[in-house]
């Protein structure tokens, strides 16, 4: 028979995560949630967009084609539970713009 190891009497150290760690997984699952809602609208999917959350703000970066996808990844944004600012830099840059650069047949100074 194995002895049963030695439980401390103050637990206070050990339970739950503690308040930055907590923070950081509640970041992490917002910004799961936002990922798939923004792969499952086909306004917003298929263009390079970053998400970054710290402390419940989420920090949309990238690029879509019109203001209106912009629009709806700011909304998808805001309807993720925990979400408490968002801060929506992504570029609105035309498909034709862009394939412009592609180019290289933008004007050169």
């Known amino acids: 028979m194995c002895p049963l190891p030695e439980v401390p009497d103050d637990w206070s150290g050990v339970g739950p995560l ?11 699952l917002i910004a799961d949630r936002l990922a798939v809602s923004i792969k499952q609208n086909p306004q917003v999917r298929g263009r390079y967009l970053e998400i970054h959350v710290q402390n419940g703000v989420v920090i949309l970066l990238g ?5 209106d996808a912009r629009t709806v990844a700011r909304g998808l944004a805001w309807a993720v539970p925990g979400v408490s600012d968002v801060c929506n ?3 609105v840059v035309p498909v034709d713009a862009q394939a412009e650069d592609d180019r290289g047949t933008g004007s050169a100074g």
């Open 89 to 91: 830099r992504i570029s």
């Open 18 to 28: 503690d308040g930055a760690d907590a923070r950081t997984l509640a970041d992490e």
């Open 63 to 67: 690029e879509v084609d019109t203001a």
